[in-house]
């Protein structure tokens, strides 16, 4: 069975006054693959209630899930790094936690919300 993590991410909706469920980012390790494949699945009553808040030029796959550059699946998506700590504090967290420049992108973002929280 393959192993997968998933970050849920959850948005504000201001005309409805209320947090909505977007998908999640996830990352699958399955038997056999040299590197994790990592993605986001968009929540399917995300998609059909609000599409005009989706990021522009996104190219989904199967209709809900957006992958990164396809040379790279073990990389998150595009929109998704600019939740990734700088290369400074990458350096500084390595210091507290000594693997975390040896982890993936998905897992330097699961480690560093750990500390940041959901709105860092």
Known sequence: MADV???SVIRWITG???FVKVGDLFREDS????KPLIGFDYDPEYLSLHPRLLPNNIELSNGRTLMGDYRNNSHIPS???????????K????TKNNQFLGFDQFQQL??????KGDFG
């Not at 350096?91 to 390595?94: K, L, P, S, T, Y």
């Not at 699961?110 to 500390?115: D, R, V």
């Open 110 to 115: 699961q480690h560093a919300s750990q500390y």
């Open 31 to 34: 038997q056999g693959r040299k």
């Open 5 to 7: 993590q998933l970050i």
């Open 16 to 18: 409805e006054q209320k």
């Open 91 to 94: 350096a500084v967290i390595n």
């Open 79 to 89: 929109y998704f790094k600019q939740f990734l700590p700088s290369e400074r504090m």
